[in-house]
């Protein structure tokens, strides 16, 4: 977990070997109103960004022992961490030391002698990126969707929401952080329909009783198509109405049923209950879901389904 509550504050890493530039950079940033934290070595870097998360990585490129290249490389190659802006410190301004900041995954670069005013011009920039990015997935944690963004290059993941890991960790054990060749196949198949202005089919793939739907979003850029997910099941159902509404699971079992056109007495049956008891569960529906009959909280439920990426049960 974070070691900080940051819900209103902004947190920068910076990574330097020599005390002097961490000194003045902390300086400027703790009174632009960041949080800062430091490290001196590309392990304690690592352990601190895993750990913290920071918003932003101030990042020397030349440090003793393991380089700012290799800490970057290292930070892309790790899921927990990949989705941070890296800004690359470096006094090495040929071409190719460049190129290898960026190739090793940097978003930016700066200069050294380190100018405090150009430091936090580019860190704001960078940084209201990624408050719209933890944004965007706080949200969609908060209604259980099932969203992952992925390289079509690669195939790589590079940011997915719990939902998403958990079902792609089901149907492709070993393919947490990158597609498979057939999700693959099937979203460049998809991007290139919709570049031509046709009409393309999700990707559906069976396990058992279970399926996996995939449905190409949108394009968030050059580098990165957004998927969404979703299980179709009697399982999968109950699961989502009890992520969306923070139903208990005998909660989200009536309400599945109800949308499903059954009455009290047949759920009764169905969950072993009396519908003494399912109407009892049924008014707990009721108050979560801000509703006053079973019409309204299907419809209710039904409708926060279909934007979270669900289908109207059968």
Known sequence: MPEFDRLNSDLVLIVDDIPENLSVLHDALDEAGY????????????QRARHSLPDVILLDAMMPGMDGFEVARRMKADFATRHIPIVFMTGLTETEHVV?????????????????????????????????????????DAVGQATLAMRPDSGRVVWQTPLARKLMQDFFPGHEDSAPAAVMAWAHESARARREGREFPPLHLNQAARRLIFNLHERTG????????REESDAAMVDGLMAAFRLTAREAEVLYWVIKGKTSPDIGEILGSSPRTVNKHLEHVFAKLGVENRTAAAAVALARLRVGGGEAPA
Do not use: C
């Not at 405090?116 to 990624?130: D, F, K, N």
């Not at 050059?222 to 997910?229: A, N, S």
């Open 35 to 46: 949080t800062v934290l430091v490290a001196t070595n590309g392990e304690s870097a690592l």
């Open 100 to 140: 290898a900041a960026f190739d090793a995954g940097g978003a930016d670069y700066v200069t050294k002698p380190i100018r405090p005013q150009e430091v936090l011009a580019r860190i704001a920039a960078h940084m209201q990126s990624a408050r719209l990015m933890k944004q965007a997935r706080t949200a969609l």
């Open 222 to 229: 050059d580098d990165e198509w957004l998927l969404l997910l």
